[in-house]
């Protein structure tokens, strides 16, 4: 999977997230609550897609992180699933946090929220399964996982990865799901701007498709306009531990950089960290842009007139 695609994967979730979470009073709407299904259906299988798609058989060596890291990887995408496909209210509750958030607890809070995802499927219909495009290698190897990680305690070791190819192409199954973000999502949403336009102001903001450069260390960069915040990233899914914010703008425009509760928040005044032109601004963690517990970073220009150039890595 190449970096545009990655991008495109990180937005869809970065969508399913907001409807599930802050933008869920939308969700009373059918066809808003149908479009998220069937996106989140869509998310599930370029999952499994990139999960199974042409190994071959080799022998690696894995130690307990990185088997941590692929069973979150495959529990990610039956949470996904399940949370798509249930009408148990209370399931979905139980399985609000991404993998991306537990895979650092505890390794008895991790083993038994992996457990849990994996019992979820079992209430799931076989045919609601099927028509989602279930892969049960994905459970198959997880449960191969939990049990490495049940029985050792951190040595490396061999492992075997079976060859499997994908029944879908992961560049059709990126293309049905931008068609069911424009088609099934975008025009439902759009239409409560009357009603709802906070929330879909939100929901904008976390559906821009974020740049990001083809290199180890994350980076991402954009524009900014006045009085207009712009996500930069959910903190959540992005790994940024330490931030450096840059301004790529021109002569005299100042960037505000800070973060919120909510995708499309305007600072607080004074809130954040101001930047100058052509100038960037380390910081070991996000307690000076605002609230510990405050997920979205967002940047905004200053100047009313000009265009501002942003980047974070």
């Excluded at 290698?137 to 490396?156: K, M, N, P």
């Excluded at 790529?248 to 950089?257: A, D, E, I, Q, V």
Aim: hydrophobic content about 45%; cysteine-free.
């Amino acid at each position: 999977m190449n970096t545009k695609q990655q991008n495109q994967v990180t937005m869809y979730g970065a969508v399913l997230r907001f409807l599930e979470e802050a933008g869920s009073p939308l969700m009373t709407i059918k066809r808003i609550a149908t479009g998220r299904a069937a996106l989140a259906g869509l998310v599930a299988r370029i999952g499994q897609t990139i999960a199974a798609q042409d190994h071959t058989t080799t022998e690696v060596t894995r130690d307990r992180q990185a088997v941590k890291a692929e069973a979150a990887q495959k529990a990610e995408i039956l949470r996904l699933l399940t949370v798509a496909l249930t009408s148990d209210a209370a399931l979905r509750g139980e399985l609000r946090e991404p993998l991306s958030r537990v895979v650092k607890a505890k390794d008895a809070d991790l083993l038994a929220y992996l457990t849990k995802i994996d019992a979820a499927l079992d209430t799931l219909a076989p045919a609601d399964l099927a028509d989602a495009g279930y892969d049960a290698r994905v459970r198959q190897t997880l449960r191969a996982d939990l049990t490495e990680l049940t029985t050792t305690q951190g040595a490396a070791r061999q492992i075997e990865t079976g060859t499997s190819t994908a029944t879908a192409t992961l560049p059709e199954l990126l293309a049905a799901a931008k068609e069911t973000l424009e088609t099934a999502l975008d025009p439902f949403v759009r239409a409560q701007e009357l009603a709802q336009p906070e929330l879909v102001r939100q929901y904008e903001a976390v559906r821009m498709l974020v740049k990001t450069a083809a290199r180890r260390k994350a980076e991402y960069w954009g524009t900014a306009q006045y009085g207009k915040p712009v996500l930069v990233y959910d903190r959540r899914e992005a790994g940024v531990v330490a931030p450096t914010l840059g301004n790529r703008s021109g002569k005299g425009l100042t960037l505000r950089f800070y973060t919120a509760v909510s995708a499309g928040a305007a600072p607080a005044p004074g809130q954040g960290v101001v930047v100058k032109h052509k100038t960037d601004a380390h910081l070991s963690d996000y307690s000076k842009l605002g609230a510990a517990d405050a997920p979205y970073l967002l940047v905004v220009l200053e100047q009313v007139d000009g265009e501002g150039r942003w980047v974070v890595r």
